[in-house]
């Protein structure tokens, strides 16, 4: 059975720094990208990074360069999303999904065909 779980979620003040997991079990871990998407009420689904199969290629959208940063750990079947500088626009659902997107910097929500139950982030003012 493939699963994706997401941890690592929480209540942090504006400034603040988490690290959200992603485990991963049930497929060959480094056959796949992974993205870390979100989601806050009222809006659409948002792709925030992606990380290639063996890690040598990342993707960021604009509003998170330069603050979060991907990483992976095939040994460890494991995805890391380091988020600094968070901010309150950071808050929402935070979702990853394994897939064979065209390039990372697509990220194609359509091209990711297995995802975890999401964590939330919350980030006060």
């Known amino acids: 059975e493939v699963q994706l779980v997401e941890s690592g979620g929480g209540l942090v003040q504006a400034g603040g720094s988490l690290r959200l997991s992603c485990a991963a079990s049930g497929f060959t871990f480094d056959d796949y990208a992974i993205g870390w998407f979100r989601q806050a009420p009222g809006k659409e689904r948002e792709g925030v990074s992606c990380i290639s199969m063996r890690g040598g290629s990342t993707y960021y959208t604009d509003s998170v360069k330069g603050r979060f940063t991907i990483s992976r750990d095939n040994a460890k079947n494991t995805v890391y999303l380091q988020m600094n500088s968070l901010k309150p626009e950071d808050t929402a659902v935070y979702y990853c999904?394994?897939?064979?997107?065209?390039?990372?910097?697509?990220?194609?929500?359509?091209?990711?065909?297995?995802w975890g139950q999401g964590t939330q982030v919350t980030v006060s003012s």
């Open positions: 999904a394994a897939g064979v997107p065209l390039t990372v910097a697509t990220m194609a929500a359509g091209s990711f065909g297995s």
